[in-house]
């Protein structure tokens, strides 16, 4: 698919960046380091958002809203790095449930009605979308008719895609960032350091009883 040169748009935009995390931290995981899970490896999330934001720069031309930044945690309770993330300029963090398996609940639905509010209120004429879940498309759609214009991103698969092709069909423009993008903002988590058990020292009761015994 063609990769619309943006930055030649005669008329100054004004867009937001939608960021599902936990597509981008699982693909980003997968392609670079071979992880299934996020505790695996570790993100300069602060360093990787001041990347995204300098990307959408150079291929919108006009003013950033804010970039919304959707992760989950435990009874939506944010984590210490998702608190510093909600400090940076220009992000708001929105948080999802994260259950007991490790699970998101909650993400898609506040990214679907983000992205339909900005789109209704006239807030944005064009929406940068990280995200590979078909539970966007009547979002986008919805945008759509609103007027506003969706530049779909993903992350390099390791093979094949890893976004639904309905996705990719029904969003304006698709941009895949390269792994060699993403690469010096993940690193693997270091292995966990096993505590040694003390031995234990009987007590003077336990080696008289012992003795007795004998």
Same mark, same amino acid.
């Given at each position: 698919?063609?990769?619309?040169?943006?930055?030649?748009? &005669?008329v100054a935009a004004k867009?937001?960046?939608?960021?599902?995390?936990?597509?981008?931290?699982?693909?980003?995981?997968?392609?670079?380091?071979?992880?299934?899970?996020?505790?695996?490896?570790?993100?300069?999330?602060?360093?990787?958002?001041?990347?995204?934001?300098?990307?959408?720069?150079?291929?919108?031309?006009?003013?950033?809203?804010?970039?919304?930044?959707?992760?989950?945690?435990?009874?939506?309770?944010?984590?210490?790095?998702?608190?510093?993330?909600?400090?940076?300029?220009?992000?708001?963090?929105?948080?999802?449930?994260?259950?007991?398996?490790?699970?998101?609940?909650?993400?898609?639905?506040?990214?679907? !009605?983000?992205?339909?509010?900005?789109?209704?209120?006239?807030?944005?004429?064009?929406?940068?979308?990280?995200?590979?879940?078909?539970?966007?498309?009547?979002?986008?759609?919805?945008?759509?008719?609103?007027?506003?214009?969706?530049?779909?991103?993903?992350?390099? &698969?390791?093979?094949?895609?890893?976004?639904?092709?309905?996705?990719?069909?029904?969003?304006?423009?698709?941009?895949?960032?390269?792994?060699?993008?993403?690469? !010096?903002?993940?690193?693997?988590?270091?292995?966990?350091?096993?505590?040694?058990?003390?031995?234990?020292?009987? !007590?003077?009761?336990?080696?008289?009883?012992?003795?007795?015994?004998?």
């Amino acid at each position: 698919m063609t990769i619309l040169d943006l930055t030649t748009h &005669p008329v100054a935009a004004k867009y937001a960046v939608l960021v599902d995390v936990g597509y981008l931290y699982a693909a980003a995981g997968e392609v670079l380091l071979g992880a299934k899970e996020r505790k695996e490896y570790r993100v300069a999330a602060d360093e990787l958002i001041q990347a995204l934001q300098k990307h959408a720069e150079a291929r919108i031309h006009g003013e950033l809203l804010r970039i919304y930044w959707y992760d989950a945690a435990r009874d939506r309770v944010p984590t210490v790095d998702q608190r510093v993330i909600a400090q940076l300029p220009w992000v708001k963090v929105r948080l999802g449930n994260l259950n007991a398996r490790g699970q998101q609940k909650g993400v898609d639905a506040q990214i679907r !009605s983000d992205l339909e509010a900005l789109a209704r209120h006239h807030a944005v004429s064009d929406t940068i979308l990280l995200a590979g879940d078909e539970d966007m498309v009547p979002a986008v759609e919805a945008a759509q008719a609103y007027g506003v214009r969706i530049h779909l991103w993903g992350v390099e &698969p390791p093979y094949g895609t890893n976004q639904a092709e309905r996705l990719v069909w029904e969003s304006d423009t698709v941009e895949i960032i390269s792994a060699d993008f993403l690469r !010096s903002f993940f690193s693997r988590a270091p292995a966990p350091v096993p505590v040694p058990v003390p031995p234990v020292t009987p !007590s003077p009761a336990q080696v008289f009883a012992g003795r007795t015994a004998a």
